[in-house]
Structure formats: structure tokens, C-alpha cells
């Protein structure tokens, strides 16, 4: 059976957060990993409230180093020393971040009693037996990441067929997930009859970025599409001056990338009396479109 990816928006605000929203920040978790994606302040209140442990965190993804993004982690950082944090944490992200992060965290005045290890990374950076990590570099004015997150796909062993042709499991199984047949018993069986394609999943997450070509490629057939929607169509001309994307680039992108579900964050206060009218302008393109709130949580 396999595992499912949990999502869970600690942070869904854009530069200024709200009473309702905080800074950016996501948490991933998919068996024993926990990655969260950015870490904007306040992250580790949000843990707080929404009953996690941040003693769980296996990773940390930073898509940039604007201050709503990462003004979380001396705070966050703190909190791990003082519960005994006792992994090594790694840190990802853009090129130039290891002397930033360095720096603005001052990890001797920490004083933290477990290991930081910062990598700047691109393309694919991770890979583990079940799945990998990958970056694509976006357009904001910095060096700034993408991030998809993806589950590989598995041939698995069908056992409710080996038990109706009574098939004892064995050594041969491994023959059977390399797609040999096999003899069993004297009687020849194929592979084929015996296993399926257990399909992967994948999880894009596009945050501050202008509108580039580049996006379509890196998020195609993400089983859940997390964008950033600082701006709506109404307010284009602003959303290029910053370097955002509007909700309705963000239609646009799921539909042509045929992603399954598209999910809004990164929301500005202009919006929070309108999230409506911000939905709808990401749904006349692509109607699976929702808005994440702080402490949305899905699952795939």
C-alpha cells in the first residue's frame, strides 16, 4: 500500500501577514520525512498551533531570501536546540544562500548543539529508494527556486494473485518486480499477470516568480500545483513590476502543465476581503483551483 503526502500550510501570506495569515510556509510530510518549504516568521508558532512537532523536520527548502520567506529560521533554529534536536539539518536552496543564511542566522552565537548542513542546489539535489527532491531557478530580481517534490513510481507484487494461483512468496519475487517470468512448481507464469504499476506522485511548489516558460515544463502533471498568487488579472501590470504571478497565470499554468489540483497561495491583504473574486480568477481557466488558508491541510 502506498504512503500518501501530506500538505500543510503553516504560512499562506504574502510580504505582510495578517491576522488570519502568517509568512510563508509549508510542511511536507511523506513517511518519516518532514521538509518544510520556507520559513517565514513566526513559523514556529504555527507549529505550535497546529499540534506538530518541529523536532519532526528532515529538511528545509528556501525558494528565496526575501524576509517573509526565511525570517523564521533563527527563531525556528532556537526552538530545535532547546527541544534536543538531534538530526543534522539540511538547508537547501538558490545559489548565494549559504553566505546569506550564514550570516543572518549567526550560527556560533546559536550555539545549536546538532549539525547545519546549507547546500545551494539545482535541479535534481535529493534522491532516496522512494523518492527525489528537484529545483528549477525562477525569475525574481534574486536567485529564487521552484521545488518539486516526487514519489517514484513502483512495480509492486499483486498478492492477492499469488495467493489465487498459491504462489508462496520467495526469492523469485524479486525476478517479478524486474519483469521475468517465472517457474514456479513446474508451471511457467508471467510477470505481467502478477504485478502493477503502483504510479507516482508529485508535488510542485512555484512561489515568488514572474511569469516564465520555464514553469510549465518543471510542474507538468503535478498531482497538486502550489503557486504563488500575489496579484489577480486585474492588477497585472503590478504583479510584472514585482516579479509575481496572478492568479489567472496560475489557471493558465495548471491547465497547460495538466496538473491535478491547483492550489493559491502567497495571498496579499489587498485580497483578504475578496478571496472570491481571487479564486474565480484562477477558476475561469482551471475550475480545481482552491485557496489555501493557514492550517489547510491536503493529502494525495
Known amino acids: 500500500m502506498a504512503s500518501n503526502v501530506r500538505i500543510n500550510f503553516l504560512g499562506t501570506s504574502a510580504q505582510i501577514p ?3 495569515r502568517n509568512h510563508s510556509a509549508i510542511l511536507l510530510n511523506y513517511k518519516d520525512e518532514n521538509i518544510l518549504v520556507d520559513c517565514g516568521e513566526g513559523t514556529q508558532r504555527q507549529f505550535r498551533k497546529a499540534k506538530l512537532n518541529p523536532c519532526r523536520i528532515t529538511k528545509i527548502l528556501i525558494t528565496h531570501i526575501h524576509g517573509d520567506h526565511i525570517f523564521g529560521l533563527p527563531g525556528l533554529i532556537s526552538t530545535l536546540n532547546f527541544s534536543g534536536y538531534n538530526k543534522e539539518l539540511h538547508i537547501y536552496g538558490p545559489k548565494g544562500l549559504k553566505k546569506i543564511i550564514e550570516e543572518f542566522l549567526d550560527l556560533e552565537h546559536l550555539k545549536n548543539d546538532f549539525k547545519i548542513k546549507i547546500q545551494e542546489v539545482y535541479g535534481k539535489f535529493y534522491e532516496s529508494e522512494d523518492f527525489y527532491i528537484e529545483a528549477e531557478s525562477m525569475e525574481h530580481g534574486i536567485p529564487t527556486n521552484a521545488y518539486n517534490f516526487v514519489i517514484k513510481s513502483k512495480i509492486r507484487i499483486d498478492k492477492a494473485k499469488l ?3 498459491k504462489i508462496k512468496e520467495g526469492p523469485f519475487l524479486k525476478d517479478l518486480k524486474q519483469g521475468k517470468d517465472i517457474v514456479y512448481e513446474g508451471k511457467k507464469y508471467k510477470a505481467k499477470d502478477l504485478v502493477y504499476n503502483e504510479v507516482g506522485k508529485k508535488v510542485s511548489i512555484v512561489l515568488d516568480t514572474l511569469f516564465n516558460s520555464k514553469i510549465k515544463k518543471f510542474v ?8 504563488d498568487s500575489s496579484f489577480s488579472s486585474e492588477n497585472n501590470a503590478d504583479a510584472k513590476e514585482h516579479l509575481h504571478l496572478t492568479a489567472k497565470q496560475d489557471g493558465e499554468i495548471a491547465k497547460g502543465a495538466k496538473v491535478g489540483k491547483l492550489i493559491l497561495t502567497h495571498i496579499s491583504q489587498r485580497y483578504e476581503n475578496n478571496l472570491k473574486g481571487l479564486l474565480n480568477d484562477a477558476k475561469t481557466v482551471f475550475k480545481n483551483t482552491v485557496i489555501a488558508e493557514d492550517f489547510s491541510e491536503f493529502e494525495i
Open 18 to 20: 495578517t491576522a488570519k
Open 163 to 165: 495467493k489465487k494461483y
Open 220 to 227: 507538468e502533471n503535478a498531482d497538486i500545483l502550489i503557486c
